[in-house]
């Protein structure tokens, strides 16, 4: 019997674990090690930090599905790898700290054949002077980034509602934190749902909403920016973007790496190298993401961290590494496999593998401040990603060692993505989009980089109805429900 | 006297060189029965990227 651990129950390694549980069977145990009582359909928790759903809705609890399916559940953070074992335990093993209510700090070891490190992106808030400390949110803004978050989003954001309809004009700030941030989407996407519920509340007038962030150019989102088919051009995001942040009459600052957080006010650096400041009463800031806090152990005690993880802690993986001029960059630098390049028996799906190099271009201000949003790896990506690791994994258990890999390129995959404005059935408008594929290839596709025959955009209800549908959808097949396997991911 | 949709541009600003959408596009944009064939449209769209990505 082999034993499969998984670190991390998130879309990754939630897909991983359900996947590699159904095709193992009973012969083989699968184990799920998260620090998370809860899975949470992230994308909607836009709609929690705005009001219009409950924290209930986006998340529930995982324990009973992973009972149902024939996973082991230990709800814990991992906080070492030793993928050689120990000097008093042969086999490899991950130490975990309970975070289980009555066990809190408990450390235990759990053995492993094969590891899946899917444990995500570290909210990285400390990173911002005044964002936060460590992976905790600070008291000078709000995030979107997890259900209670957005809770807290949605309270502070009433509560700037209430100033307005009381006669004091508020500022809205939304954005990005950290000149290195990714998941400029979602930002992008409370914005505008942010602006529609002042328009339901009748008090836009009395708001001033901006926008601030880490992307050289609106639009941009962490990709480079894309062109995408519409009305018979290629259309780039820049202008997609600009003239929905118009139509809403929303300034932006782009190129922005935010320095400093306090009561009422951000202070940043532009890409020119000029210092600014911007006041708010209400602001949403993405953190920057790091990888976990996970260390690497050899047999003999020492640290080889450095040698399974990169310095901003993502785990590395069979990605071309150390390419740092832009123009020399290639679609096939991106990883296929996601298996470590330091052991054969270790895999790292969704946002825990080390990216090669962003997609953005890099770029520094004369400060020499680098202002380049990190590459974006969530939803649909990080799904695909972990159903081919459990089919690699799966087969190297029921195969042999020998068993080929399943290869899955983020430059050979698209991505849908829907920004919903409002969650009404008739009011409100989305963009919905797809890119493929994720990753520019300018061999392939020379000009843009991608396929615009399936790289488009369009905002209308329709987007609506897809962003509810697909809710329901991953909800359901997050749950297990009859048929999950035919739900894509 | 400005369209309604062209009141937030301003010359020589940030926005001055975007696009801005009509009456009648947005008029498309909740048009129900309009909305209907590009829910239909857009679904096949993401499922054609939904199947090249696996």
Redesign the interface.
């Known amino acids: 019997m082999a034993k499969l651990v998984i670190l991390g129950g998130g879309v990754s390694g939630h897909t991983t674990a359900t996947f590699a549980a159904k095709w193992l069977g009973s012969e083989h145990e699968v184990i799920v090690v998260t620090p998370n009582s809860q899975w949470n359909w992230i994308p909607s928790n836009i709609w929690v930090g705005v009001g219009q759903m409950k924290k209930e809705e986006v998340t529930f609890d995982l324990a009973p599905v992973y009972k149902k399916a024939g996973i082991t559940f230990i709800q814990a953070k991992a906080t070492e790898i030793h993928p050689e074992g120990s000097d008093t335990i042969e086999k490899a093993f991950v130490t975990v700290e309970s975070t289980s209510s009555g066990s809190e700090g408990e450390v235990t070891t759990v053995e492993y054949d094969y590891l899946v490190n899917a444990t995500g992106p570290k909210l990285n808030f400390g990173a911002t002077e005044g964002l936060g400390k460590g992976s905790e949110l600070g008291e000078h803004t709000v995030s979107v980034c997890t259900a209670g978050h957005a809770v807290h989003a949605n309270d502070k954001l009433k509560e700037a509602i209430e100033k307005m309809k009381s006669g004091v004009r508020q500022k809205i700030l939304v954005g990005t934190g950290h000149g290195l941030c990714t998941c400029q989407g979602a930002a992008f996407e409370y914005i505008f749902n942010v602006e529609h519920e002042l328009n339901k509340a009748g008090v836009r007038d009395m708001a001033d909403i901006k926008w601030i962030s880490n992307e050289s150019f609106l639009g941009d989102f962490g990709m480079g920016g894309l062109h995408m088919k519409s009305m018979g051009f290629a259309v780039s995001s820049k ?1 997609f973007a ?2 929905l ?5 929303i ?2 600052i782009v190129g922005a790496h935010v320095n400093k957080v306090e009561e009422g006010k951000v202070h940043y650096e532009l890409l020119d190298g000029e210092m600014g400041e911007e006041e708010f009463d209400f602001a949403m800031l993405i953190p920057p993401f790091t990888g976990v806090d996970l260390k690497a152990i050899a047999k003999d005690g020492s640290d080889i961290s450095d040698t399974m993880f990169a310095p901003n802690k993502f785990m590395k993986v069979d990605a071309k590494y150390g390419v740092t001029d832009y123009n020399q960059w290639k679609a096939s630098d991106w990883p296929s496999t996601y298996q470590s390049s330091a052991y054969k028996n270790i895999f790292a799906p969704g946002i825990a593998f080390a990216p090669p190099h962003p997609i953005s271009k890099p770029m520094k201000s004369p400060n020499g401040t680098v202002i380049t949003p990190a590459p974006p790896r969530t939803g ?1 990506p990080a799904g ?1 990603i972990g ?1 081919a690791v459990a089919h690699s994994v799966c087969d190297l258990i029921t195969k042999g060692e020998d068993a080929e890999l399943h290869k ?1 390129s983020m430059a ?5 993505c829907v920004a919903s404005t409002g969650k009404g059935i ?2 409100g ?1 989305a963009a ?1 989009m ?1 890119v ?1 594929p994720v990753i520019p290839d300018f061999d392939k596709y020379p000009g843009t980089g991608r396929d615009t025959n ?1 790289t ?1 955009g ?6 609506h ?2 962003k509810h549908i697909l809710h329901h959808m991953f909800i359901y097949k997050a749950k297990l429900k009859p048929g999950w396997t035919l739900i ?2 | 006297m400005a369209l309604k949709e062209e009141r937030n541009i301003r010359a020589y600003t940030q926005n001055f060189g975007t696009m801005t959408p009509g009456a009648f596009q947005k008029k498309l944009r909740t048009c129900v029965i309009f909305q209907f064939i590009r829910f239909i449209v857009i679904n096949i769209k993401m499922l054609i990227v939904v199947g090249k990505s696996h």
């Open positions: 202008i600009e003239s942040f118009t139509e809403r009459g300034p932006w649909m695909i159903k899955i050979d995959m698209g991505a849908a008739f009011d408008t919905a797809t493929y399936h488009f369009e905002i209308g209800l329709a987007g109805w897809i894509p991911e």
